[in-house]
């Protein structure tokens, strides 16, 4: 069995509370939401096959003991629990970023879980919250703000179901629609408990950069 990847590549982490860190990358190819703000769209198509024992050959090639699998959408891939056994076992601690509307129940436990809650301005938004109560304190929640509505209501989401302190929150500015001073000052005067998130690896190498 194989999973389809886009890219895979060694660099430093742009966002979650490990901005900064190296990181190598695994980039799936497919989606199943087509998200306005979407910066990966070329993962929606083509890639190549690969097995789970060369993708972790390539990844135990770079120093770096971090991998997040990233897409496109990674839980479209039917052999991703597998493929992140095999690399808990070779001593990677292993992050995955999702959407939130596919189950991530047969993900081994030790993974971290970075769940994109899609907001209202992303054209998708979130019906399906039930991730949710499957999260804990190593995972983390992301929501891609495109305006102050989107802002107040990933704010009435996280109150309602009290997720401050239960879960580390991200909060990041939709990149080139919202000022991250805006959000910051947003964030500030509700006193929510989370992260301002920046994209930094689109501020390092430019936002149409690829393979970084």
Do not use: N, W, Y
């Given at each position: 069995m194989s999973?389809?990847?886009?890219?895979?590549?060694?660099?430093?982490?742009g966002e979650t509370s490990r901005t900064g860190l190296p990181c190598a990358f695994v980039r799936f190819t497919g989606c199943d939401l087509r998200c306005g703000y979407c910066d990966t769209a070329y993962a929606f198509q083509g890639g190549e096959d690969?097995?789970?024992?060369?993708?972790?050959?390539r990844l135990l090639a770079w120093p770096t003991r971090f991998v997040t699998l990233t897409g496109g959408e990674p839980l479209l891939q039917k052999e991703l629990p597998e493929l992140a056994r095999q690399l808990l076992e070779?001593?990677?601690?292993?992050?995955?970023?999702?959407?939130?509307q596919l189950p991530v129940s047969k993900l081994p436990r030790e993974v971290i879980k970075i769940v994109d809650v899609?907001?209202?301005?992303?054209g998708e938004e979130a019906k399906d919250l039930s991730i949710?109560?499957?999260?804990?304190?190593?995972?983390?929640?992301?929501?891609?703000?495109c305006s102050r509505g989107d802002f107040d209501w990933s704010l009435d989401l996280v109150r309602r179901r009290r997720l401050?302190?239960?879960v580390p929150l991200l909060f990041s500015p939709s990149f080139e629609q919202v000022e991250a001073r805006a959000l910051a000052a947003w964030m500030l005067e509700a006193g929510v408990q989370a992260r301002l998130n920046l994209q930094a690896h689109k501020y390092i190498w430019g936002k149409d950069a690829r393979g970084v």
């Open positions: 999973l389809r990847v886009t890219e895979i590549f060694h660099s430093i982490q690969m097995t789970c024992a060369a993708i972790v050959e070779q001593g990677f601690t292993v992050a995955v970023e999702t959407h939130g899609k907001t209202p301005g992303s949710l109560d499957e999260l804990d304190g190593k995972d983390e929640l992301k929501f891609v703000v401050e302190g239960r």
